[in-house]
Nanobody, 126 residues
Framework: QLQLVESGGGLVQTGGSLRLSCAASGRTFSRDAMGWFRQAPGKEREFVAAINWIGDTKTYGNSVKGRFAISRANAKNTLYLQMNSLKPEDTAVYYC???????????????????WGQGTQVTVSS
């Protein structure tokens, strides 16, 4: 079993930056595709970014392209999300997720992901 714990959320002003981390435990996650999703109150879970197991293929949701960057440190069993130029509409609970399956195209829907963290709150004030 893989356990995921997010950290790094908080309150930031518009235009600010945050870096989220997702620490994996229970086993190595070096062969898992990883993703970040977010969910605002009253809205569906939204895809943010995904990265393949080796870290050389990444994909982003349209709303965060050019502002967010996903990365991973397999030796540290940690996933990251660097968030820059934050906007109030980025306010949400952010979740990391892992999938044990191989993908030609990284999944952007929640279904293919097998493991989820509890989430970390990001609030962007205007």
């Amino acid at each position: 079993q893989l356990q995921l714990v997010e950290s790094g959320g908080g309150l930031v002003q518009t235009g600010g930056s945050l870096r989220l981390s997702c620490a994996a435990s229970g086993r190595t996650f070096s062969r898992d595709a990883m993703g970040w999703f977010r969910q605002a109150p009253g809205k569906e879970r939204e895809f943010v970014a995904a990265i393949n197991w080796i870290g050389d293929t990444k994909t982003y949701g349209n709303s965060v392209k050019g502002r967010f960057a996903i990365s991973r440190a397999n030796a540290k069993n940690t996933l990251y999300l660097q968030m820059n130029s934050l906007k109030p509409e980025d306010t949400a609970v952010y979740y990391c997720a892992a999938s044990t399956r191989d993908f030609v195209v990284l999944p952007i829907s929640p279904g293919p992901y097998d493991y989820w963290g509890q989430g970390t709150q990001v609030t962007v004030s205007s």
